[in-house]
C-alpha cells in the first residue's frame, strides 16, 4: 500500500481534495469538513461535469494536488 501524506499539516501547503455533487447544502458541509481537516476543498460543480473529472480514466483520478500558501 502507498501512502500520499500521514498528515495534513505540511510545509509545502495544503493538500487538495475535489468534490462534486447535485446538492449545493451537502457540498457545503463536506467543504467545510474537509477544510476543518486542514485540507483544501476544491467544488467542482454538479456531477455530471465534475464527477466524469473525477472517475476512473477521468484527468482528476491520480492526480496530487497542494495549494501553496
Not at 447544502?25 to 466524469?52: I, W, Y
Amino acid at each position: 500500500m502507498n501512502i500520499v501524506a500521514k498528515a495534513t499539516d505540511r510545509s509545502d501547503g495544503r493538500l487538495v481534495i475535489f468534490l462534486a455533487g447535485d446538492d449545493t447544502d451537502a457540498k457545503a458541509t463536506v467543504s467545510t469538513f474537509v477544510d476543518s481537516l486542514g485540507l483544501v476543498p476544491v467544488d467542482l460543480g454538479e456531477l455530471r461535469q465534475g464527477g466524469r473529472l473525477m472517475q476512473a480514466g477521468g484527468p482528476l483520478i491520480a492526480l496530487h494536488v497542494v495549494k501553496v500558501a
